[in-house]
């Protein structure tokens, strides 16, 4: 059997249930044996690490929140059964006097982009979710000057870590800290 051509759309979902969404329609996908139509599901993520309770803790963001990337040949009643699945409200499309035209494939170079910065961030250890700079005003979260505020005067990238000024029992200090140990004010 000769390869189907497939092309990447963008399915939208529900706020907060792409996850249930992607489910639902790997299930049904495979329930009614039309793997050969749709290949990928994707929901683009990163991965972001916060202090919660004074330890570090790695979560996953939605790149683009209510959307799903799905990699599929829309033939025949592909595109009816995905969009009446639960969390879902339809293809990403044009409309036109009204009505929505048939769902717009994503270009390869969207595709491309993106996939890319999916890739380029699962190959990244670490991904500083808040870049300081200079002068800014920080809190400190963790460590034993838990709850000082002081201000940004160093930024070494490089090491992941910070040198901010504090003020202990009315004396400037310079802590050094790394960047999961304070947040912005």
């Known amino acids: 059997m000769s390869e189907i051509a497939k092309k990447w759309y963008v399915v939208r979902a529900a706020g907060g ?3 249930k969404a ?3 329609i790997e299930n049904e996908i495979k329930r009614l044996g039309l793997d050969d139509y749709v290949s990928q599901v994707l929901i683009p993520t990163e991965k972001i690490y916060q202090i919660k309770n004074g330890k570090r803790v790695s979560m996953e963001r939605i790149f683009y929140p ?3 990337l799905i990699e599929a040949a829309l033939t025949g009643e592909i595109q009816h059964i ?3 699945l639960p969390h879902i409200s339809g293809f990403l499309s044009e409309k036109q006097g009204g009505k929505e035209k048939e769902p717009t494939p994503l270009r390869q170079s969207e595709v491309n982009r993106i996939l890319g910065r999916v890739d380029e961030l699962i190959e990244k250890e670490e991904e ?3 870049p300081f700079v200079v002068g800014e ?3 400190v979260t963790d460590g034993p000057f838990n709850g000082f505020d002081g201000t940004v005067e160093e930024v070494l990238e490089d090491k992941k870590k910070l040198k901010v000024m504090v003020k202990i029992f009315g004396r ?3 802590l050094e800290l790394n960047f999961v140990q304070v947040v912005k004010e």
């Open 66 to 68: 209510g959307y799903i």
């Open 82 to 84: 995905i969009r009446n």
């Open 137 to 139: 005003a920080v809190k």
């Open 128 to 130: 500083n979710i808040t």
């Open 22 to 24: 992607k489910e639902y």
């Open 17 to 19: 249930k792409e996850k």
């Open 172 to 174: 400037k200090t310079i």
